[in-house]
């Protein structure tokens, strides 16, 4: 009865905060409106999100959250370099193909996200069974080298978040 | 007082951002760069959002700042959507 | 006083990733490259700029939580918005030939044709 009413817990609960958060105060019209919303909006998109992700360990989620903010600033400050300091026919953008050992739809989003904000790199397309993801790099003077920094960092930390 | 200056020179820089990715959305040579623009020039409008409830000291104008970030986006996407497929809502 | 020295420090890197974004969008020369400098260095300048708001508030003695609210909205459609302009540019301005192989038997899904209902 519960699951079939709320098929995903943590985004009905996520719903609340952020409806709460957007109306600012704290008053009984806008709890039962958050909690309308948390019961309709998950009913309504089910049918787009039949299955539920696994968490292994959600502390690992945080962990992998906070590498992957600091990645941001360094990455940024990467690439304002480049941007900044090298002629623009000296840089060597390439096409790369990543293959993925992860099976989840959501673990590859995640990673696919991961890839857009970090060093340089964006993904650009996947393959149509879901097993590549294709990414552009601006600057990648050995694109295996990326290639393989991405599956180390952040698709092996991601493979023991997801089951 | 730092503050201040450093307010007015984080305002100056990001109008001075919208200048430069208004120009690149006239002379740009593709369209997808022409919606690249006008993204930049959202989030950077939302930016100058933020920088005026500093100097105003009302603080976020919270409302103006997400329906930039709303609209900005889903406009964005549509956009390219319309490139993609040539139809918006299939 | 650091707290004011870290907040004017924020502000004047926020200037500085919104002014490079834009001077990448207009110096870099193929399409592809175009997409690197303002859909990450304009996120981090707005980023900055939420960091002082946030910090700015925490001075007055309010909680941040707004400011919180519209650096999780930037940050989650950021890649989206890249995502889709990278496929835009798949189909108008790259040369399919140049990409790499997907070496898993399938297309690139955006060059796959939906499947029939």
Redesign the interface.
Known sequence: MMRRLYPHPYLSLLLVM?WL??V?RLALGSLVMAAFLATVIPLLTSAYWPARPRLQSPMRLVAYVALVVWD??L??IQ??VI??FKP??Q?R?A???V?LDLTSPEAITLL??TI??TP?T????????G??L?I?A?HAPDPDAVRDDIKARYEDRLKRIFI | M??A???S??????A???L??L??LITS?????R???V??MV??V??LV??Y??KSGT??N?EA??LF??TG?IS??AF??Y??RGSIIE | MIW??L???L??I?????????????????????????????????GA??L??AG??VL?G?AP???A??AV?????????????????????VDRK?????????????F?PPPQE
């Open positions: 952020v958060l957007l600012n941001i600033i990455a940024n690439v304002a941007v900044l623009a026919d840089i953008s096409w790369i193909t293959p696919a996200g857009t904000m340089g964006i993904t650009a397309d996947f393959s149509a069974d097993q590549a294709l552009h601006l | 730092m503050t200056y450093a307010l020179f984080a305002i100056g820089c990001f001075l951002a919208l430069l990715n120009w690149r040579p593709t369209l997808p760069d919606i690249l623009a993204d930049t989030v950077n939302i930016a933020v920088l409830g500093i603080g976020l919270f700042a997400v970030a709303m986006f964005t996407v390219c959507k490139l993609l | 004011d020295l907040i004017a420090a502000l004047v926020s200037g500085l990733f919104g002014l490079i974004g834009a001077f990448g969008l207009l110096k870099l020369r193929a399409p592809m490259q175009r997409l690197h400098a303002p859909t990450k260095a304009t996120t981090v300048g707005v700029a939420l002082a708001s700015t508030a007055v309010d939580w707004q400011e609210m519209v909205f930037l940050f989650l459609t950021a890649p989206l918005t890249a995502l889709y302009l990278a496929k835009a540019h798949l189909h108008g301005t140049g990409l790499p192989p997907t070496g898993t038997g399938s297309d690139w899904a955006g796959t």
